[in-house]
T-cell receptor
Framework: EDKVVQSPLSLVVHEGDTVTLNCSYE??????LLWYKQEKKAPTFLFML????IEKKSGRLSSILDKKELFSILNITATQTGDSAVYLC?????????????FGEGTQLTVNP | DADVTQTPRNRITKTGKRIMLECSQT?????MYWYRQDPGLGLRLIYY???????NKGEISDGYSVSRQAQAKFSLSLESAIPNQTALYFC???????????????FGPGTRLTVL
């Protein structure tokens, strides 16, 4: 059974802090790892990582994948109140005619002014 | 804009009632998925469909059924709703990639279902 575990489950920081969110996984037929942001509505896509050691960046957010140790981290620098959300990690596993995602429980990030 | 829509957005029903949640998409994607979300449990896959004739059970399919009426429509039914099916339900779509991996899924706005 595929499994994705995120930590911490909840995090409260002050504006300007840097945070690191963790995602570890056990998945057969690994294809990719994805990060989503969810703000009381539908999840929105942040990154997809397929290769080890390659960092994906978008502004203050960045993510890296370690396929040997089976984990990924999502970094957010200079946090803002608008970064408050649930951050979901998902891993894609290959199937006969496609792929499916297994999600972790999510990390609830709260950024206080 | 190409989009994923879900109806209804909110529904309150009673135990034992039959409920259908509908999902439509104008993205032209061939793959569609149904998830439920409970507090602290992330998203869990109920059913997924890679094309109109290919429907698969996810990790929590018991108590649910689906119908893929067309490439653009994927419905989720609860034949006899029970209170522990109270949750937020999301439909999602993805495209069949040719070449590079394209595992990104696009989510609808969600349906909040309450079973009393």
């Amino acid at each position: 059974e595929d499994k994705v575990v995120q930590s911490p489950l909840s995090l409260v920081v002050h504006e300007g802090d840097t945070v690191t969110l963790n995602c570890s996984y056990e998945v057969t037929n690994f294809r990719s790892l994805l990060w989503y942001k969810q703000e009381k509505k539908a999840p929105t896509f942040l990154f997809m990582l397929t290769s080890s050691g390659i960092e994906k960046k978008s502004g203050r957010l960045s993510s890296i994948l370690d396929k040997k140790e089976l984990f990924s981290i999502l970094n957010i620098t200079a946090t803002q109140t608008g970064d408050s959300a649930v951050y979901l990690c998902a891993v894609s596993s290959r199937e006969t005619s496609g792929s499916r995602l297994t999600f972790g429980e999510g990390t609830q990030l709260t950024v206080n002014p | 804009d190409a989009d994923v829509t879900q109806t209804p957005r909110n529904r309150i029903t009673k135990t034992g009632k039959r409920i259908m949640l509908e999902c439509s998409q104008t993205k032209g994607h061939d793959r569609m998925y149904w998830y439920r979300q409970d507090p602290g449990l992330g998203l869990r896959l109920i059913y997924y469909s890679f094309d109109v004739k290919d429907i698969n059970k996810g990790e929590i399919s018991d108590g649910y059924s689906v119908s893929r009426q067309a490439q653009a429509k994927f419905s989720l039914s609860l034949e006899s709703a029970i209170p522990n099916q109270t949750a937020l339900y999301f439909c999602a779509t993805s495209v069949l990639g040719t070449g590079a991996i394209s595992d990104e899924q696009f989510f609808g706005p969600g349906t909040r279902l309450t079973v009393l």
